[in-house]
């Protein structure tokens, strides 16, 4: 059974000034819901991943930055990478203040011999690598199959499948040699549905799905679990991509929280990347010892309406 056809929910200036009318901003939802102490709970003083090398690709902002946080806090050496080099320093010393211990490692996923090295460099300085997150990713504006050019179809191929199956490539080895360990991708809802105008980017997120599947068969015998993430969606700053030109901020953030109220049919919100960096620890943690080679959506209930 298919989806049942419905009008596309667009980020647009009248959305902005129509739909959203009297909504509240997806963060004061958050705090009626309870999100606000869940968030406190989640930043309690567990110590999941003492010691743990931990791997990260797109950490400069969004879901792989709060991910980076997240694991350095609960004990964890994270290196992480992304071409932003200020911003990259920003995490980096941002972590160190809070008593953690991170390096930030510039790298573009798209190309190979930056991958390797990173993984390299990585893992010289910390071991393992125990866990891996290959979250970085891009999209672009919404826009027609036949419309979209080759160049933007090299880059959203490039940065989420391209550069999943580079970072595996050069973290499998090690993480063997190692014994072991757990690599992690930041996957999409729409690895399971799209909406028009995200054909390239649906395309690439469904090409995580066969990485993670063949990765995790391929290396179950070497201790390996791997699995994809798939959020729905967050706000970061990934959504920018969407952004009308001319508004406001203000305008900004309600036609994002018009668009996650038609959206996503559960919770009516998006997630803040925190929560989904937490879905991701809990994966990646031995709770999850039983989980491998799936991709499990963290969405909000997005993927449960018809
Ligand atoms: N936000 C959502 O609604 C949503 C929903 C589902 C899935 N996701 C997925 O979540 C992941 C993280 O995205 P986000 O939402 O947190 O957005 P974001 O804030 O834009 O983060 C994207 C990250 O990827 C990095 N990146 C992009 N291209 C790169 C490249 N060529 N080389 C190295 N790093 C690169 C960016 O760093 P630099 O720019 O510094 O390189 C940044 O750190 C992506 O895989 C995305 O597809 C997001």
Redesign the pocket.
């Known amino acids: 059974m298919g989806r049942k056809p419905t009008p596309e929910p667009r980020l647009s200036r009248r959305g902005a000034v129509g739909a959203a009318a009297g909504l509240a901003f997806a963060g004061a939802a958050a705090a009626a819901t309870g999100g606000t102490a869940r968030a406190a709970e989640r930043r309690g003083g567990a110590r999941r991943f003492e010691g743990r090398s931990v791997l990260i690709?797109?950490?400069?902002?969004?879901?792989?930055?709060?991910a980076a946080e997240a694991f350095a806090r609960e004990g964890a050496r994270v290196a992480f990478?992304?071409?932003?080099e200020r911003?990259?320093r920003a995490v980096e010393r941002t972590i160190r203040e809070n008593g953690g211990e991170a390096s930030y490692l510039r790298?573009?996923?798209?190309d190979a011999e930056q991958v390797r090295s990173f993984v390299d460099r990585a893992v010289s300085r910390y071991g393992g690598p125990d866990i891996a997150l290959n979250?970085?990713?891009?999209?672009r504006p919404f826009t027609d199959l036949h419309e979209v050019t080759v160049e933007e179809w090299d880059d959203v191929a490039?940065?989420?499948v391209r550069?999943v199956f580079l970072a595996m490539k050069y973290q499998i080895p090690p993480m063997r040699a190692a014994g072991g360990g757990v690599i992690l991708v930041?996957?999409?809802?729409?690895q399971f549905a799209t909406r028009n105008g995200l054909g390239s980017?649906t395309a690439a997120?469904n090409g995580v799905t066969g990485l993670v599947q063949a990765a995790a068969l391929e290396n179950a015998a070497h201790g390996i679990r791997v699995v994809a993430i798939?959020?729905?969606?967050?706000?970061?700053?990934?959504?920018?991509a969407h952004r009308p030109a001319g508004l406001s901020d203000e305008e900004w953030a309600r036609t994002k929280a018009a668009f996650a109220e038609q959206g996503v049919a559960g919770l009516k919100r998006?997630?803040e990347?925190e929560e989904?960096a937490a879905a991701a620890l809990a994966l990646a943690s031995d709770a999850f010892s039983f989980q491998t080679g799936t991709s499990v959506p963290v969405d909000g209930g997005q993927l449960a309406a018809l």
Do not use: F
């Open positions: 690709t797109g950490g400069t902002s969004g879901i792989g930055r709060a990478c992304g071409r932003r911003l990259g790298a573009d996923v798209r979250n970085a990713g891009v999209q490039g940065t989420n550069g930041t996957g999409s809802s729409n980017y997120k798939a959020p729905g969606m967050t706000d970061t700053e990934m959504l920018d998006m997630a990347p989904i």
